[in-house]
């Protein structure tokens, strides 16, 4: 199996990027993966300070693992799924988590779910009496950023 490139482009634009190359987690650090693979046309980087990391001695609280973590991609599976009596409660109960714009973004998949928010959407579809095999529509794989 070939392995994965890393594509920088993918890298949000606030995401802190590590210059540490002798930690001991630099081979697994998504921040030194990022830093390392950071293109020359772009002048200046959102980088962690060096004292900071000196003053961690080893234990840094910055560290990012590269493994890819499965998010959600929509749920109107489970919004269809719902009763019409606790739909309402359903999408209000999410919405005063997230915010309106948030919970459409996140409904409709243009906004992935990380396994945390997975979680929030089943509890509170379980508490409203709805058991389904699959709460969501898709999942995708992506690093935790």
């Not at 802190?16 to 650090?29: E, I, K, M, P, Y």
Request: proline fraction near 3%; glycine fraction near 6%.
């Amino acid at each position: 199996m070939e392995k994965e490139t890393f594509d920088y482009s993918k890298v949000p634009h606030n995401f802190g990027l590590c210059a540490a190359a002798d930690c001991s987690h630099a081979d697994t650090c998504l921040r030194r993966i990022a830093y390392s693979h950071a293109p020359a046309n772009i002048a200046f980087l959102p980088t962690l300070n060096p004292k900071t990391i000196e003053a961690m001695a080893g234990k840094c609280e910055y560290y990012r693992s590269n493994k890819k973590v499965n998010y959600a991609k929509g749920f109107v599976c489970t919004t269809e799924a719902l009763a019409v009596s606790v739909s309402g409660t359903f999408r209000y109960g999410l919405i005063g988590r997230w915010g309106i714009r948030k919970y459409y973004q996140k409904r409709k998949g243009e906004t992935l779910l990380s396994p945390a928010e997975q979680q929030e959407v089943i509890a509170l579809a379980k508490k409203l009496g709805l058991q389904k095999g699959e709460y969501f529509d898709s999942y995708v794989e992506e690093y935790n950023w």
